[in-house]
């Protein structure tokens, strides 16, 4: 009884409680009430067959979603399915799950080249190259062969989602949906509303996020949205640390010994090098050391 009193009246039970309440204020969007009607998704479409894409497919396979995974590269497609069956095998393998929900969640994902399919998706995700003139070209196409209903979302870490949804005719169908890396396993999902996002999407966006099991929480549209808007500046701390002399595996302990379930530096070897560069570039951040491993093609695991 008396350890019982000490956990429910100590730090790590108000921590908790808050995190609790905290989840679920998220959930509420300001200005759009119980009254809007989510869209109806019944099928997805990925465009970029990357490392988030596939991620991000395996998301809705999960939450038995079908989803079209596709890219310009037919080679890029093959090696994402390729990575995703193995990434369900190891499951197998640790006893999560078994051969035949493999089998169930590999058949909702399909394999597919360009736009082909898209026509048929409720939401489509872009998941291209961290770049705004080609996130751009992509939103102009995708315009064009999405469906009238069609969600149209960017999974864009840093880019201006205003910016984007402006080469379409329905800025108003154009939302930021910021997984993180690796998607399938990483909770958070940020859904940024842009300036002409429609409360219809924003309601449907976030019902979507409670259906893929993500804590989905609404961002405002600004360099880095929330999650990397904070992270980029821990992180820089934490590589000035090494710069300075200090082992990076001894900053990663002292961070892990505090309390955090990853050292900010291995994030980034897990990341990217060059994905976390990009971000920090937007958040408008001096250089550091890693550029000099971008620079020499070290872009971690």
């Known amino acids: 009884k008396r350890l019982f009193e000490a956990c429910l009246h100590g730090p790590q039970s108000k921590a908790l409680i808050h995190v609790f309440f905290a989840e679920r204020e998220v959930s509420r969007i300001p200005g759009v009430g119980r009254d809007i009607v989510p869209l109806p998704i019944g099928k997805a479409a990925i465009l970029g067959a990357g490392t988030m894409g596939r991620g991000i497919a395996m998301c809705f396979a999960n939450a038995g979603i079908p989803v079209v995974l596709s890219d310009v590269s037919a080679e890029a497609v093959e090696t994402a399915v390729e990575a995703i069956q193995a990434t369900y095998e190891a499951g197998v393998r640790k006893g999560k799950m078994g051969a035949e929900e493999v089998s169930h969640r590999l058949a909702l994902i399909t394999p597919g080249r360009s736009i082909d399919g898209f026509e048929m998706a409720g939401i489509v995700i872009e998941a291209v190259f961290e770049d705004l003139d080609t996130k751009k070209r992509v939103f102009t196409q995708l315009d064009d062969v999405a469906g009238p209903q069609a969600i ?28 993180f890396s690796p998607a399938h396993i990483m909770k958070l999902l940020e859904i940024v509303r842009g300036r002409a996002t429609s409360a219809q999407v924003m309601a449907s966006a976030m019902e979507l996020g409670k259906r893929l099991k993500k804590v989905a929480v609404l961002a405002g549209n600004c360099p880095g949205f929330i999650g990397n808007r904070m992270f980029a500046h821990y992180r820089e701390a934490a590589i000035r640390c090494v710069e300075q002399g200090a082992s990076p595996w001894a900053v990663d302990e002292a961070l892990t010994g505090w309390g955090m379930a990853m050292g900010p530096i291995r994030v980034g070897d897990l990341s990217g090098i060059d994905i976390l560069r990009e971000v920090r570039l937007a958040a408008g951040l001096d250089a550091t050391v890693e550029d000099r491993l971008f620079a020499m093609g070290r872009l971690g695991e």
């Open 152 to 179: 149209l979302a960017t999974n864009t870490s840093t880019l201006d989602v205003d910016l984007i949804a402006a080469v379409t005719s329905r800025p108003d169908a154009v939302c930021g949906f910021h997984f």
